[in-house]
C-alpha cells in the first residue's frame, strides 16, 4: 500500500461528526479541521517517495545495461585467464591482505611477510625476475610447474602477518574477496586467486552497468547513445585488466559509478528518501573500499546539498532531513574508521593523512604547481617539476593506451601515436556535440560543475599522493591510469556525447565504429599481454 | 537504418585483417648482446648526460636496441651507433616510459651484421635518479657512479624467423603453466569467451544503435 493511500483513511475519519453537544462538537471540529488543514501541509510539504517494488524495479531494467554488464564481466574474466598470477600491480600485497584477514581474522600491517604458502608460490612461479622484466616470460617447462604442484601438494601454511602497501587499506574489499577465498579453500592457492579474480570481474560488470545508467540519466533524450558509452565501457581493456586481478580498484570502480550514477538520478528526479539512502550508501561503501574514494567526497558533498536545496524549495524541510540521511549513511563507516586507526596508533585516515599533514606543513603552492603539472603543461612562473616530460600526453594519454603486467608491458611507441589520431577525432565529435547541446549545457550547468568537482577532487587526491612520494621517497611519483578508473562514467557520456557529435544520420554508425575501436584495442591489448608473458 | 550494420561488419572485418596480420608476423627476439652483466642499481644519474662504450658486434637487420635502464617515469633516450666516425643506426625513445628494468629505443633498421661499433647513449633531463644497471668500468661504492662509468647491457632485438601462428602451440602450452585452471585448454575457454564478447556487443550495437 502507498503511504499516500494509507494517510488518506485516518483523515477521511477525522471529519466524522461524533455525536456529542453542539458547543463542544463545534470546537472539536474546528480542530479537527485545524488537524486536517495540518496533515495536508505535511504531506504537500513532504518530498513524494513511490514505494519500492523490486520485482518492477528490476523489470525497468534496460536489457542493453544488462548485457553492457554481462560483457564487461566476460571480459574481466578473460583477462582472469590471460594475466599470470600476481603480474598486476600489488597484487601479492592483496591477496596478502585478503589471507591473512581470513586466517587470523584481524587486519594485517604493512611490515612483516607474506604467508610461506604465498612465497613459496612467487617463487615457483619466478614472479621477481618476470616482474619489471618484459624479456623475461613466465614459467615455461613442465618440470617448472611439476615443482609447483608438489611444493603446492604440501600444503605450506597459509598464516602471514603482512601485507606490504595494502596495509594501509580499508577492508570492505578484501573482506568480500574473503568469500571466494574461503570457498576456494580446498584447492591451491592458485585456485583461490583465480575465483578472487572472479570477484573482482564481478566488479567489471556492475562498473559497465551503472556507467550505463549513468549515460541515460545524463543523456535522455539519445537512446541509442546509452549504448555506445556503457559498451564502450564495458570493453575498455584498462578495466578489463584492473577487475581481472585482486585489486581494490575494480570495486573503487563499481562503487563510483554508482555514485556517480546516483547523483545523476537525482539531477534528474530530484532527491527521494530512497536516493538520499542510496547517495549515502554508496558513499559509504567506496569510504570502506578504496581511500582514493575520499577524492570524490566533496563533489558527491556538493552534490547532495545542490540537490537537497532543490528539493527545499519545492517540499520544504524533509528535504534536508534527506540530506542530513545521507551523510550520515555515508560518513559513519569514515567516523569508524577513523575510530580504529587512532585506537591502534595509525593515523587517522591512513595515508591520506600523510597528505593533510603536508598540507599543514605549508605545502600548499608549492604542491598545487606539482599537482597543476601532474596533469598539464606548466604555466608561467611555476617550478619545473616534469623537465623534459609532457604529462599530459607521456604519462597520462601514452600509458592509456596500454601498460599492463606490472606496468612493463606497453605497445610498440607507434601505437600511440595512432591512437592519438582516434582519440584527437573523438574529441573533435564531442566538442561539436557540445556546442550543439549548449542550451541544455547551460541549464544543467550546475549538475555538471558536481562532476567536475568529484573529478578535481580525485585528480588532486593523487597528485597530492604522488607529490609526497617524490618529497620523501625521491621517486617519480605515482602516475597510472588505473587511478582513474573511478571516473570511467565520465568516460561513458564523453564517447556518447561524440557518437550523437556526428548528428542523427551518421551518429549511430560512428557509435558502431567507436564500439569496435574499444572492441580492438582490448583484442590487441590481450595479443600484447600473451605475447609479453608467454611468447 | 543500414548504415550501422554495414560500419560494424566493416570494422570488425578490419579487426580481423588486423589481428591476422600481426599474427602473420614474427615476435622480436634477441639478436645479440654485449655480454655484459646486468648488475642491478650500478650507478645513478640525474639524465641530461651522455655515454659512450664499446657494443660489440651489431646484428643485421636490427630494429630495437634494449638498454639496462631502469625507472618509474623513464626521460628521453636516444642511440647513436658508429662504426669509426660512421653513423650506422640511430634512434629515440621519448620520455614516459617505464616501469621496467630496461628500455627499448626503436632504431633505423641495421642493414647488414656490423662488428666492432660503438654505442652512445644521451639521456634527457629526469624527474627522478635514473637507475643505471650494468658492470662498473672501475671499482667504486655501488651508487656513486654515473652513466660514463658503468658499462651497459645492450641487446640487439631484431624481428625473428617463425611467425606468431607457427608458435601457436608453443604459446598455448606455456599459457597452461602456472595457473589455476592450468593446461592448454585454457585458451580453448579464452577463445570461446572473447567470441562471446565480440558476438553480445556486435549484437547488442545492432539492436540498440538505431
Known sequence: MSRRGSSKAPAGRATKPPSVGTRSFDRRRQALKKQTARKQVRRRRSVPSPTFHLRDALRRIPRAALLCALIAGLNAACWSIITPPFQVPDEPAHFAYTQQLAQNERLPTAGGSYSPEEGIVLRDIHQKAVKWHPEVGTISSAEEQRQLQIDLAQHPSRAGVGAGVAASQPPLYYLLEAIPYGLGSGGTLLDQLELMRLLSALMAAITAFFVFLFVRETLPSASWAWTVGGLSVALAPLLGFMSGAVNPDSMLAAVSAATFYCLARGFRCGLTRNLAIAIGTASAIGFLTKLNFIGLAPGVILGLFVLAIRAWRAHGLIALRHLALALAIAVSPVGLYLFVNLASGRPGLGIVSNTIDGWHRGFVFREIGYIWQFYLPRLPGMANDFPGLSTTRQIWFDRSVGLYGWLDTSFPVWVDTVALVAAGLIALLYTRSLVVVRAVLRERLVEFLVYLVMTIGLLALIGASSYLNVSNEGGGGWAHPRYLLPLLPLLGAVLALAARGAGRRWGPAVGALIVVLFLAHDIFSQLQVIARFYG | ?210
Not at chain 2, 634494449?66 to 651507433?81: F, I, Q, W, Y
Not at chain 2, 671499482?139 to 658499462?151: F, I, K, N, Q, Y
Open chain 2, 1 to 210: 537504418m543500414r548504415s550501422v550494420p554495414v560500419a560494424l561488419a566493416g570494422g570488425l572485418a578490419l579487426v580481423a585483417v588486423a589481428v591476422g596480420g600481426t599474427l602473420s608476423r614474427p615476435p622480436v627476439i634477441i639478436a645479440g648482446t654485449n655480454s655484459v652483466a646486468a648488475q642491478l642499481a650500478a650507478g645513478h644519474t640525474r639524465g641530461d648526460t651522455r655515454g659512450c662504450q664499446q657494443g660489440g658486434t651489431l646484428p643485421g637487420g636490427t630494429a630495437a636496441i634494449r638498454l639496462s635502464l631502469s625507472a618509474n617515469v623513464g626521460p628521453k633516450v636516444a642511440l647513436n651507433v658508429r662504426l669509426g666516425s660512421r653513423v650506422v643506426t640511430r634512434g629515440e625513445r621519448d620520455a614516459g616510459w617505464g616501469e621496467e628494468e630496461t628500455v627499448s629505443v626503436p632504431v633505423a633498421r641495421v642493414a647488414r651484421t656490423t662488428p666492432g661499433v660503438v654505442v652512445c647513449t644521451t639521456v634527457g633531463p629526469t624527474i627522478e635518479s635514473l637507475q643505471i644497471n650494468g658492470t662498473p668500468k672501475r671499482p667504486t661504492p655501488s651508487g656513486a657512479l654515473g652513466l660514463r662509468d658503468v658499462l651497459l647491457r645492450i641487446e640487439y632485438l631484431r624481428p625473428g624467423h617463425r611467425s606468431w601462428w607457427s608458435l601457436a602451440s608453443s604459446v598455448a602450452y606455456h599459457m597452461g603453466l602456472g595457473h589455476a585452471p592450468s593446461g592448454a585448454w585454457i585458451v580453448f575457454l579464452l577463445l570461446v569467451l572473447m567470441f562471446a564478447v565480440a558476438a553480445l556487443a556486435s549484437q547488442l550495437v545492432v539492436r540498440e544503435l538505431r
